[in-house]
């Protein structure tokens, strides 16, 4: 299983980025795909989900408006488009895979760092 995230990087305020995770090592259309984050010193936490076949996604509710998660299952990889970044949404940004929208994690990416600062 392979995750190759990219996107992430350094942006000022009230910007926008655009991540990426491509994955290989398993058929990504039999899983729904999640992105996390963890801020220093604070615990990992998610940030949006979205079903096998985009027909549902969901948001944490401090991303809701800002955010937005897509998939491309003939590419195998996931996106995560934010907008109107703050100094808060600085963390290391995962991607993950699940077999199920509300079940455990069976797959991390490695991870991203997304810094908002002006």
């Known amino acids: 299983v392979q995750f190759v995230e990219s996107g992430g990087g350094l942006e000022q305020p009230g910007g926008s980025l655009r991540l990426s995770c491509a994955v290989s090592?398993?058929?990504?259309?039999?899983?729904?795909m999640s992105w996390y984050r963890q801020a220093p010193g604070k615990e990992r936490e998610w940030v949006a989900s979205?079903?096998?076949?985009?027909?549902?996604?969901s948001y944490a509710d401090s991303m809701k408006g800002r955010f937005a998660i897509s998939r491309d299952n003939a590419k195998n990889t996931v996106y995560l488009e934010m907008n109107n970044l703050t100094p808060e949404d600085t963390a290391v940004y995962y991607c993950?895979?699940?077999?199920?929208?509300?079940?455990?994690?069976?797959?991390w990416g490695q991870g991203t760092q997304v810094t908002v600062s002006s």
């Open positions: 090592g398993f058929i990504f259309s039999n899983y729904a």
């Open positions: 993950a895979a699940k077999q199920s929208l509300t079940g455990p994690v069976d797959y």
């Open positions: 979205i079903s096998r076949f985009a027909s549902s996604t």
